[in-house]
């Protein structure tokens, strides 16, 4: 929407991604990143640690459950969102705010590590009322660890997915036309 305030965070998750459903059954996963930037003293010839900065995040559907399986406390992850502001009163009545950041995308950092990435099995596909943003739980198994990203596949299975076959006639040539 025109007007959010888009970020992009590099940074340590501080605990593992806690899973959980609205009342609608709607996935949705909370957790921490703790993003400390660095910098070069050359009085000193170190590099020296400035001040955290501790962003509480959260994103839905799907990629909740894909990020619940995948991340882990500690992880390095790259996570680009909206900025939310939210607003309440204590019970003292004094006024609070907090600033959240609502995660569009998200993915371990591969500077210091290495990931292997993994289709997430869904049904569905997407505008048919299945998969991709339908906020129906995911289905299946073989996902999990460190760095095992999750990709949406067709409803169809591996079999419609031109790209895992190298064409729709399973053709492997890059002169072929896209499937698509």
Known sequence: MAGET???VVGN???????RFSNAGVPYASFTI????RSYNRQ???WEDGEALFLRAS???EAAENVADSLKKGMRVIAQGRLTQRSWETQQGERRTAIDLRVDEIGPSLKWASAKVERAPRGGGYGNG?????GAPAQGGGRGGYGQGNFNA???GPHEDPWATG???GGSSFDDEPPF
Do not use: F, M, R
């Open 154 to 156: 067709p409803s169809g």
């Open 13 to 19: 998750l501080t605990a593992d991604p806690e899973l």
């Open 44 to 46: 000193s010839g170190k």
């Open 6 to 8: 888009v970020i992009t």
């Open 130 to 134: 299945g998969g991709y943003d339908s």
């Open 59 to 61: 994103i839905w559907n």
């Open 34 to 37: 703790a993003s400390t930037p």
């Open 167 to 169: 064409g729709a006639q």
